[in-house]
């Protein structure tokens, strides 16, 4: 072996050890987040089976199913054929390995304290944003669909299209998919020790620099969302209201008054709504926010621990990522010395 040769080959050899050492690291680091992981699930399954209850109260489940009901007889969209597939796959031996990204639909993925609130919100947004599958990645919207080079629906792969028709279904008309890869996102603080992870908006100020009469609270905080909603949703660690629903509602005022809201004009810049009906689009919505159970009686404790578990599963698969790479790396400086040998 010639001398050169020799040192491209210890080169190589330092390289791949570099390599290897950050892959046993990783897989180390991976087996404890694993670890730890499971000892607070179960530590969450001893609080399930000595409390019967979860994170939502007892109370919440009747109008969730309500929202879904609704959603499932409207059986020519796709928000109510996702649903049906999703309650029908066991039955059905149906392949649903394509909607692994989606979260579910606008609608069903959170609750307000009341049922005025819930409809005028919903009125505001509309129905077919309020049926909008949201997915988590862009990878996630195009296995919803897939298309062939003329642009038509390819009904030979999977897709959203093939399972409905797979059980004598169909989907009539467009439907709309928000990812939250794309959306502009809040970039404010949240407010301090709220568990749900409020955001820290300030309040409208009139010209003489005072909170105008009868203002409630921005949409967006008036939302209730499920703890696995609130954070290490997307791929950076984000929640969906600083997302999601920022992206929908912005800062919409919420007012007490239709006359309240009309003197607040002069502070108003993404428009507001008011309990007596003011500013509604006049748009009969039948798919609502189901209504939240009040005050949960779910310890801190229990919310914290969701959330480290959240937080560990996201940063399993960020390390599960970095270990790829590292073998991808790995076996693409392998292949070229041996195309150089």
Not at 165 to 193: H, N, P, T
Not at 207 to 232: E, Q, T
Request: charged share 25%; aromatic share 8%.
């Amino acid at each position: 072996m010639s001398k050169f040769a020799l040192d491209s080959f210890c080169s190589m050899e330092s390289i791949n050890k570099r390599h290897e050492d950050n892959l046993k690291f990783l897989t180390t680091q991976a087996n404890q987040l694993d670890e730890t992981i499971l000892d607070l699930q179960v530590s969450l399954g001893k609080y399930h089976s000595s409390n019967g209850a979860g994170t939502n109260g007892a109370g919440s489940s009747h109008t969730e199913e309500e929202t879904r009901e609704k959603i499932l007889k409207l059986e020519n969209s796709a928000a109510g054929v996702l649903y049906w597939l999703n309650s029908h796959h066991a039955t059905q031996g149906l392949d649903l390995g394509f909607t692994k990204d989606v979260l579910g639909v606008v609608a069903t993925l959170a609750r307000v304290e009341d049922d005025n609130l819930s409809r005028l919100m919903s009125e505001y947004l509309g129905l077919e944003t309020m049926l909008a599958i949201v997915c988590r990645t862009y990878e996630g919207v195009k296995a919803l669909e897939k298309y062939d080079e003329e642009g038509n629906i390819n009904n030979s792969t999977t897709g959203l299209h093939v399972a409905a028709s797979a059980v004598g279904m169909k989907i009539i008309g467009r439907f709309l998919v928000i990812c939250l890869e794309d959306l502009g996102q809040y970039a404010g603080e949240f407010v301090a020790d709220d568990p749900q992870k409020k955001l820290a908006i300030q309040k409208p100020k009139l010209p003489n620099g005072k909170c105008p009469d009868g203002f409630i609270d921005y949409a967006v905080n008036l939302l209730s969302l499920d703890s696995r909603n609130l954070s290490f949703v997307t791929s950076n660690g984000q929640g969906l209201r600083e997302t999601l629903f920022y992206s929908l509602l912005s800062r919409l005022q919420i007012y007490k008054t239709r006359a309240e809201m009309l003197q607040a004009f002069a502070c108003i810049t993404d428009g507001a709504l008011s309990l007596d009906g003011g500013m509604i689009k006049n748009q009969d919505v039948e798919v609502k926010f189901p209504l939240a159970s009040g005050k949960t009686n779910v310890p801190a404790e229990y919310i914290e621990c969701e959330d480290r578990i959240r937080k560990m599963k996201w940063e399993r698969a960020n390390v599960a990522a970095d270990m790829r790479r590292i073998q991808e790396l790995m076996n693409y400086t392998r292949a070229n010395f041996k195309g150089q040998a």
